[in-house]
């Protein structure tokens, strides 16, 4: 299978599978969306900044055009007011992860091969190309305890490191016909995970992030994994399977699938976060326009807030257990959506 295909098909095709004993009557609601807010231009991905109350927002202005000026939007972490852009000229901005320790926010320019590392405070920004030239990537991730940042490339099967203090591509870890997409570090175990949508052994590769070696591959069995999120106390990896419709819930130990929790036929769940201090694993489940929560000791969803947008990637503020989530803008038909290119903030209401 070439990777043309399998782009596609981890895109579009969506295996309809059905919650049986998965999920339990929904309780009150322990959410409520507190603010939206409609910004310019499309929506990707978003981080939230706890030292400075600030959510960031990549997208590039509509029609993908390399000739117009693109901007990262800064809101309020309260009421999503916009309260600056930061220009990224003819650069287009997809991925954004933050390094907090520095306060540098690292972008992704899929389109341009490249990726830019912005310090917040001066706007001082420099361009870290890739070391190949048809690089694609997707996801960016930092490691906060060795200030080195990682990047998922499926147009070169591998994961670049780029070195914080230089602002440099030191190398890459490399693994010949993956097809990286997502991404996550745990530092203290000194892995790099990537998720490889090459095959139907939904493979997700491990890397020692002192030696760049791939130590080892845990196969999750759903095709096309896609974003990951950790456990770092119990060493559990969350994966969203869109395709299959499910998080697949792995021990970080033995690679041992643990559980995988279906979310209901034609629900496509992408971006994930886990709230460690509630035990809670939030996923954006793009085609059923939903944010699900999972109970992470029962494996069971226990709510779905709708999002009347497509929801891609989600932010936790880890203090007060708020989540702050961009919405996509059309589906796959190119249908529009009541909240596209937004920004939501969904505050945990503690009992």
């Known amino acids: 299978m070439n990777k043309r295909t399998t782009l596609f098909l981890c895109a579009f095709a969506l295996q309809g599978l059905i919650a049986l004993g998965q999920e339990q009557d929904m309780p009150d609601m322990n959410y409520e969306i507190a603010h939206t807010q ?12 706890p030292t400075n109350h600030k959510v960031y927002v990549a997208g590039p202005k509509k029609g993908f055009n390399r000739e117009a000026e693109n901007f990262i939007y800064e809101l309020d972490g309260g ?52 070391a190949h030239a048809k690089s694609k990537i997707r996801e960016l991730v930092v490691d906060e305890s060795t200030n080195k940042i990682y990047v998922s490339d499926h147009g070169n099967p591998s994961i670049w490191q780029v070195d914080g203090k230089t602002n440099k591509h030191e190398k890459s870890l490399s693994h010949d016909k993956a097809y990286l997409l997502g991404l996550n570090v745990d530092s203290q175990r000194q892995r790099v995970y990537g998720t490889d949508g090459q ?36 060493n559990r990896l969350f994966v969203s399977q869109s395709n299959d419709n499910n998080i697949t819930v792995v021990d970080g130990n033995t690679g041992n699938i643990v559980d995988k929790v279906y979310l209901g036929y034609d629900t496509s769940p992408i971006g994930l976060a886990y709230d460690a201090a509630n035990e809670l694993i939030y996923t954006a ?7 699900a929560i ?28 708020t989540i702050y989530v961009t919405n ?13 290119n937004t920004v939501m903030k969904i505050n945990y209401k503690r009992g």
């Not at 139907?200 to 992030?209: A, D, E, P, R, Y």
Request: proline share 5%; with cysteine.
């Open 199 to 234: 095959d139907m052994k939904g493979n997700i590769l491990v890397f020692n992030t002192a030696t760049g070696e791939m130590e080892k591959s845990f196969q999750t069995w759903s095709y096309c994994p896609m974003n990951i999120a950790l456990d770092l106390k119990a």
């Open 294 to 321: 999972i109970d992470a000791k029962t494996y069971k969803v226990i709510e779905r807030i709708p999002t009347e947008g497509l929801p891609n990637t989600i932010s936790l503020d880890q203090k007060t257990g």
């Open 79 to 130: 009421d999503l007011r916009i309260t600056d852009s930061i220009s990224v000229g003819k650069n287009l901005p997809f991925g954004i992860a933050l390094n907090n320790k520095t306060q540098t926010l690292y972008v992704g320019h899929s389109l341009q091969n490249a990726i830019s590392a912005i310090d917040i405070q001066s706007k001082k920004q420099t361009l870290i190309p890739s």
């Open 38 to 49: 409609k910004l310019p231009n499309e929506v990707y991905q978003l981080v939230y900044n």
């Open 328 to 340: 996509k803008e059309a589906g796959r038909n190119g249908e529009p959506v009541e909240n596209g």
């Open 285 to 291: 489940n793009r085609s059923k326009q939903e944010v």
